[in-house]
């Protein structure tokens, strides 16, 4: 059974900084490329960032040259860096695998930008 727990989230100043972290179990974690997705009420979950098995990473426009996507294979864990966060960055995270496992989704975590 596969299980992602996202934590981390809560609420940040616009232009602050926040750290996600994802803890998996139940994948082989350290042959899976991994992503961070965000969603929003009403809207499409996208995908924020991939980190693959061998740590290349790819961005969504909208958030590259300020978050930063890595892993820790030892301990089954992905992390999400945000910097520079916006209003616009307000949503629900998620960590999945990618292509995205349907089954595998967790709670998310919210990060909510306002001041």
């Known amino acids: 059974q596969v299980q992602l727990v996202e934590s981390g989230g809560g609420l940040v100043q616009p232009g602050g900084s926040r750290r996600l972290s994802c803890a998996a179990s139940?994948?082989?974690?350290?042959?899976?490329?991994m992503g961070w997705y965000r969603q929003a009420p009403g809207k499409q979950r996208e995908l924020v960032a991939s980190?693959?098995?061998?740590?290349?990473?790819n961005y969504a426009d909208s958030v590259n040259g300020r978050f930063t996507i890595s892993r820790d294979n030892g301990k089954n864990t992905v992390y999400l860096q945000m910097n520079k966060l916006k209003a616009a960055d307000t949503d629900v995270y998620y960590c999945?695998?990618?292509?995205?496992?349907?089954?595998?989704w967790g709670q998310g975590t919210q990060v909510t930008v306002s001041s």
């Open positions: 139940g994948i082989i974690f350290s042959i899976n490329t």
């Open positions: 999945n695998t990618f292509p995205a496992g349907s089954t595998y």
């Open positions: 980190i693959h098995p061998g740590g290349r990473t």
